[in-house]
């Protein structure tokens, strides 16, 4: 009888502190669907979703490369796009305008 009452409180010992681990998750949706996020990597997610909406300086150079440009002169950022400046292989002035979000080609001049 002690040992059939034992098995039972420890029993719910572990039922009980398991619970609460499972209720602290949320539900995240976005563009990768749904997905669940524990509590102490919400903000680490958070922090890396942050940064992946924006492309970076040299992928803007490089889809730049990909439009025509051969020598970069200079990269200006702006609050929306990138404006990567410098001369195609005929040596021409060539300024490409990359959104600084998605990586669009804004503009080839």
Request: proline share 3%; no cysteine; glycine share 6%.
């Amino acid at each position: 009888m002690l040992k059939k009452l034992f098995i039972i409180g420890a029993a719910s010992l572990v039922a009980l502190t398991a619970v609460p681990q499972t209720f602290a998750q949320s539900i995240q949706l976005g563009p990768d669907g749904v997905r669940i996020v524990e509590p102490d990597r919400m903000d680490r997610r958070d922090r890396r979703d942050r940064d992946r909406r924006e492309i970076s300086e040299r992928q803007a150079v490089r889809i730049a490369r990909a439009e025509g440009v051969r020598t970069v002169d200079e990269v200006k950022r702006t609050r929306s796009r990138y404006v990567i400046e410098g001369l195609d292989r005929r040596g021409r002035d060539i300024e490409v305008s990359v959104d600084r979000r998605t990586g669009d080609v804004l503009s080839v001049d």
